[in-house]
């Protein structure tokens, strides 16, 4: 499995690095309201547009999954609560049953 992901990453880094190579004009970029404006190649525009695309689908995922979080945290207490609940129930009847166990006395043995 891991020499899949290091061929499939290799890949991924070659096409990568051949987009680099064939797109290297240089092109404006502009912010429409604002008065900013940048120089930079085409292929860099392009990654970083990629990039800012990624780092905000995995907010949005992150953001989304937070119910979900909560609730395993939520879960993850009530488990402890009742695991220890359950310990404290099992010491009590081990002490319950050794107390209406009559104590055995000893017997001896004829070595006869």
Known sequence: MKVLYWVLAGVVALVLMLFAVSNR?????ELW?????????????????????????????WISAGRWR???????????????????????LAADNMALTPAKAPTLVNSF
Not at 83 to 89: H, I, P, S
Request: zero cysteines; proline letters at 5%.
């Open 33 to 61: 309201p604002l008065p900013v404006e940048g120089s930079m190649p085409l292929y860099l525009a392009i990654l970083l547009i990629l990039l800012i695309g990624i780092l905000l689908g995995a907010v949005a995922a």
């Open 25 to 29: 004009e240089v092109v404006t970029i």
């Open 70 to 92: 909560r609730e395993t945290r939520r879960l993850r207490r009530r488990v402890d609560a009742l695991e220890r609940e359950l310990g404290a129930t099992q010491a009590k």
